[in-house]
């Protein structure tokens, strides 16, 4: 089985800043994509920044200049440093990895797998 495991979140002010990780644990024999979504009350989920295997990244419009996404593929860990937070970024922040992972029988396996979720409040 594989897990991922956030931290970071919290309340900040608005104009502050924090740092989400999330860490895959498990049979992992490789990462590919990592990304961060997050969902605030009664909207949908969105993505928020992506970083595939060569580093390449995407972004949503409103977090350009103020979100940086980075991972430490030897820890299979993605971060998301959050600046300038604004009122509006306050929602349930996920990361998602899509992942090849070991099986007990010594085959690989492609899986999509999500975080816990962790709520980031920015107070205004």
């Known amino acids: 089985q594989v897990q991922l495991v956030e931290s970071g979140g919290g309340l900040v002010q608005a104009g502050g800043s924090l740092r989400l990780s999330c860490k895959a644990s498990?049979?992992?024999?490789?990462?590919?994509?990592m990304g961060w979504y997050r969902q605030a009350p009664g909207k949908q989920r969105e993505m928020v920044e992506t970083i595939t295997g060569g580093g390449n990244t995407n972004y949503t419009d409103s977090v350009q200049r103020r979100f940086i996404i980075s991972r430490d593929n030897a820890k299979n860990t993605v971060h998301l440093q959050m600046n300038s937070l604004k009122p509006e970024d306050t929602a349930v922040y996920y990361c998602?990895?899509?992942?090849?992972?070991?099986?007990?029988?010594?085959?690989?396996?492609?899986?999509?797998?999500w975080g816990q979720g962790t709520q980031v409040t920015v107070s205004s």
């Open positions: 998602n990895f899509d992942l090849m992972m070991i099986t007990p029988s010594a085959r690989l396996e492609n899986l999509d797998v």
């Open positions: 498990g049979s992992i024999f490789s990462v590919n994509y």
